[in-house]
């Protein structure tokens, strides 16, 4: 199998190479209209390489069948090269501002989920960020507590593991944390550790990702640092 890339060819389609999975999805929403997940239409054949249609007047969709020739489509690029700060428009919210350069929107959705990135900028007064580092071998998360004022950072040793259910865990024991009168930070920082080790934990019993991440064995430990035994 070849590298995985994708090609555009000049006043044609985009040559797909190296057997990247297609998949057409939708979006599934909440009652509130807001993305929650994604939902597998349809699975297109595995090939090898194939022709994604550029010039939209394919009867064969999403492939290409030629039509860009008879219609004499021009793939030449007029998409803007300026700045991304000139292109955003700034909106401003409690604890931070957002930039949004809605012409760079691809509508994957992904920052449209549970209640929407432009609603938390407008009301979010305690902010986690996930996935920090400062350096490589490290992960894991920031904090900003308006009420506090204050910041805070936590970081584990990187593992190399990955298993699903892993923010679900971080998420409810930071809750759990905020719930038993910890500071955002404390929480966090409860929360990071437990996560950690959970997939430690995981990752030592090398068990297959798609069984998720085993919490389970930590529950005690957890309940210790929640001061609740
Ligand atoms: S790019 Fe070939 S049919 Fe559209």
């Known amino acids: 199998m070849?590298?995985?890339?994708?090609?555009?060819?000049?006043?044609g389609p985009y040559q797909v190479t190296g057997g990247v999975?297609?998949?057409?999805?939708?979006?599934?929403?909440?009652?509130?209209?807001y993305s929650v997940d994604y939902d597998r239409m349809k699975k297109y054949p595995e090939r090898e390489t194939y022709f994604l249609c550029r010039c939209g007047d394919s009867k064969n969709k999403p492939y290409c069948d030629g039509a860009h020739k008879q219609v004499g489509f021009v793939g030449t690029e007029t998409a803007s090269h300026a700045a991304y700060d000139d292109m955003a428009k700034c909106i401003?919210?409690?604890l931070m501002d957002l930039m949004d350069a809605e012409e760079l929107c691809s509508v994957a959705r992904f920052c449209d989920t549970k209640s929407g990135t432009w609603n938390l900028i407008e009301?979010?007064?305690?902010?986690?960020l996930?996935?920090?580092y400062f350096q490589e071998e490290e992960l894991g998360a920031a904090t900003y507590d308006a009420h506090t004022?204050?910041?805070?950072f936590i970081a584990v040793s990187r593992i190399p593991g990955s298993y699903h259910g892993t923010g679900d865990i971080f998420a409810?024991?930071?809750?759990?944390g905020l719930m038993n009168d910890f500071s955002?930070?404390?929480a966090t920082r409860i929360a990071v550790r437990f996560t950690a080790n959970s997939i430690m934990t995981t990752y030592l019993a090398g068990t297959d990702h798609r069984f998720g991440v085993n919490f389970e064995a930590n529950i005690p430990g957890l309940l210790k640092e929640l001061e609740l035994v």
């Open 21 to 33: 999975a297609l998949d057409l999805l939708r979006y599934i929403t909440n009652h509130k209209g």
């Open 149 to 152: 004022n204050t910041t805070d």
């Open 130 to 132: 996930t996935g920090v």
């Open 184 to 186: 955002l930070n404390e």
């Open 2 to 11: 070849t590298d995985k890339k994708v090609k555009v060819i000049a006043d």
């Open 123 to 128: 009301t979010a007064e305690k902010i986690v």
């Open 172 to 176: 409810s024991t930071v809750l759990a």
């Open 92 to 94: 401003e919210g409690k």
